[in-house]
């Protein structure tokens, strides 16, 4: 949808320019691709500008004025976001408007369990000033040293501590946001209880900048877990895996931070793109389990998991394990798990998936989903990994090898319909944690029933009625005009 | 507001009957009265009629049969809410809809850590079925054996296990709510993980009923702690129970369930309610706390909680102390803290609070609130407990005994302002727990920021155009017309 032509394109960035200041406004093509590419680098697009505010005040200033100009904003963290949810489409009207010099860390109180920080901070360098402290910040994915808070609150991410952290949105006190009118809601409060009725903070959480931009966000710190336990377990099945996860939620109670189901290809993927990399355990097993447990004080970490690890083999869930004796044992064992990524990512383009369903139907869910693939698309390789302990897995497809790249594509797209076709007689999610963003949009809003489809439509239309915030992301809407 | 004349009010009567059935129906004011009466019994109101549905459908036909008359809905649960928020006001043309005949277990799941139970269910009854399959659903309140799950979500109920659990909001994997306009919103999944966008269910949770009528939940569950440590401890004053539970919040790890304040006075209180409960510790320390520790399988919670006390004791944190030997020790110790509660209702009618600051700053906001009031109130007593791991304190102000009871509400409105001057220079919470209400209301709607007062009135627009549901609870929004 073109709105205008280039010339008011120009006058726009004439515009932004003077009224935000050169400093804020990015309009050449070269210095906007960083913006305005996606983090897998599957989708390149263009924006009239990239905007980059250093203040809450900014950012509000920013919001009234592409208001006034007509223009949309696509809100963008660190750019990792996994379902382009962060860069423009090909709509003409859009900016970005990245959070990326709100970076500063605003307080870190280790006596209230608390730290407020600007959303632009970037996840790790968080998490490293809290350590300092003695604390702890449990969000904790992949993307943590280039990912930063504000995107991973939008997109209520995930990642390998959900089990017993929760997703982000358990891990906020607050939040500051700058509304779609320019407003500022100012929800920072640190209080580790506040019941004073609707929690208007939830709606911004998971709604990926379609509702409003956050600039800043308060997080709760639990004491830092200086005793961790880790573990590589060899095992019979997936089936056996979700057995020993309930075993290990049971035997383990509250202190397992981390349950990662791999299947043996991770270990061929991984070498592929770390060739170095020690695989300390035999590689014939039909399934792997990565398992931390974790603590402070007067609790006895090792013992624990040696307890446990005992028990489960002499029961023949486990049939073989490895326990790291070091922190570099420990890392080198998640490095596995990271490596299995890259290792993907240096096949080529593939399938992602971020599905989730009942725990108590995951194996079987794969099982068929996997058949289905490998009618629908032979010659592809599922690999079916990740956080089964919350009944998520990435059932990711490889096409074969030989495929040219339409055929990639097409075997990408009819692998995806397979598993969403089983997915959906398990009313399954298609996005345990990634988000909806631009690329899940259409399956997303296949999927919708129309009563969520209207209190979305709804709640839209009250919190940014002209349309302002992310457009395409998540729901198709009339753009702003 | 009185709409209408006695006659309509007859004649709604008829029309409820006739379409609804008798048997959902009750008009006459002596079968009325339980559900016209607050949980204290301080409000008796009136209804045009209670509805008592038994089903969703049922539920969906009755509002929409109420918004076709212009009569507006009180959803009630258990009726144990704290501020009204469940009772019908003065307003003519209210009818309260019971849930408690929609108290099915639907489904317990221990393979799939979860449990689905319409919103009548009564908490305890829950627990209990929950507990027989080896399964626990944290939520503990002392209403429990009269509350219903869906009046705890709704009101996103806290409660003592709160510091390890969260509030009700995270015990919850999904709801079912008929909407304003009698269309059912089915959200009642049990997946783990989900990440499709906006979470509408957040709306609801907390919402009191001004949104739309929770009518089933489906609920996160953990294994059975069966394994509890319960400790009495005397301490030398708030400032050193804050200290002992950011110690115990590092050593004991996540295995920490309650954490409760009391003064001295608690004791005082607990015998006048009970006098035949054994103390089993001096009375005469200026702070106690009771402790619990508690988890399942490997974890050896007896022998935790023996080694923290040793070391806290040694350091001189802890006073003195009293361990539970055994479950019905356990239980005692517990009956204090309830007893508590018994003796200041039998003291008469009195201020109670539920404020919340931040932790680093609970000591000193209790001891300027206390003087406060005793410099506004001469002769009243303060009564500061409850849950100080989450900076969440119960000040509570018994007027002076001579007091006759104009002068009693004299003392509590007096005293409450006092306590809500000093607790907005702390920023803290004026409900940190009990949710808003009518009895709220006001309090409420002082403090409120235009942005957020904004953005709650587009969202109740949003969602009750016709402002059906719950009027007076929250906000003061115009009745329907």
Request: with cysteine; proline share 4%.
């Amino acid at each position: 949808m073109i709105h205008e032509t280039t010339a008011s394109m120009a006058e726009w960035r004439v515009k932004l320019r003077s009224r935000l200041g050169d400093d804020i406004v990015l309009s050449e093509s070269a210095d906007m691709l960083p913006y305005c590419r996606d983090w897998h680098g599957d989708v390149t697009s263009n924006a009239v500008a990239v905007l980059r505010p250093r203040s809450t005040e900014q950012v509000a200033q920013a919001v009234k004025l592409c208001s006034e100009l007509g223009l949309s904003i696509v809100p963008q963290g660190g750019n990792t976001g996994l379902v382009l949810g962060a860069v423009p489409d090909a709509d003409a009207n859009q900016v970005v408007l990245s959070l990326e010099r709100m970076n500063r860390i605003r307080q870190i109180d280790a006596d209230d369990f608390s730290a407020v920080v600007e959303a632009g901070c970037i996840l790790s360098e968080l998490k490293d000033a809290i350590a300092e402290k003695g604390m702890f910040f449990p969000l904790a994915l992949g993307a943590q040293g280039t990912c930063r808070i504000g995107g991973n609150v939008s997109t209520n991410a995930g990642g390998i501590n959900v089990l017993r952290y929760g997703m982000t949105r358990e891990l906020i006190f607050g939040l500051e946001v700058v509304l779609p009118d320019g407003s500022i809601f100012d929800g920072l409060s640190t209080l580790r209880k506040d019941n004073r009725g609707i929690d208007l903070k939830q709606l911004f959480i998971g709604a990926e900048g379609t509702l409003g931009i956050i600039t800043a966000v308060s997080v709760k710190l639990t004491p830092y877990p200086d005793q961790v336990a880790t573990a590589l377990l060899g095992l019979a099945s997936l089936d056996d895996a979700i057995k020993l996860f309930r075993r290990a939620r049971r035997d383990c109670c509250d202190l397992m931070s981390a349950f990662e189901f791999m299947p043996p290809l991770a270990f061929t993927l991984a070498k592929e793109a770390m060739p170095d990399l020690p695989i300390p355990i035999a590689a014939d097993y039909p399934a792997y389990v990565l398992m931390e447990i974790s603590g402070s004080g007067l609790v006895d970490i090792d013992d624990l998991m040696g307890r446990f690890l005992e028990a489960v083999m002499e029961e023949g869930i486990v049939l073989d394990g490895t326990l790291a004796a070091s922190q570099t044992q420990a890392r080198n064992l998640w490095l596995i798990r990271e490596g299995m990524n890259e290792g993907q990512a240096k096949r080529g383009m593939h399938l992602r998936t971020d599905v989730s369903v009942k725990l108590s139907q995951l194996a079987d869910f794969v099982a068929e989903a996997e058949r289905a693939v490998a009618e629908a698309v032979p010659g592809s390789t599922c690999v079916s990994y990740g956080h089964v302990g919350d009944g998520n897995v990435h059932l990711n497809v490889l096409p074969a090898a030989e495929a040219e790249p339409e055929q990639r594509l097409e075997q990408i797209y009819v692998a995806k319909g397979a598993i969403n076709a089983v997915l959906d007689r398990y009313q399954g999610s298609i996005s345990a944690e990634h988000g909806i963003g631009r690329l899940k949009r259409g399956d997303f809003e296949a999927r919708l029933s129309p009563v969520r489809r209207h209190l979305l439509t709804a709640l839209k239309q009250a919190i940014d009625p002209g349309m302002v915030m992310n457009p395409g992301c998540q729901l198709n809407f009339p753009a702003n005009s």
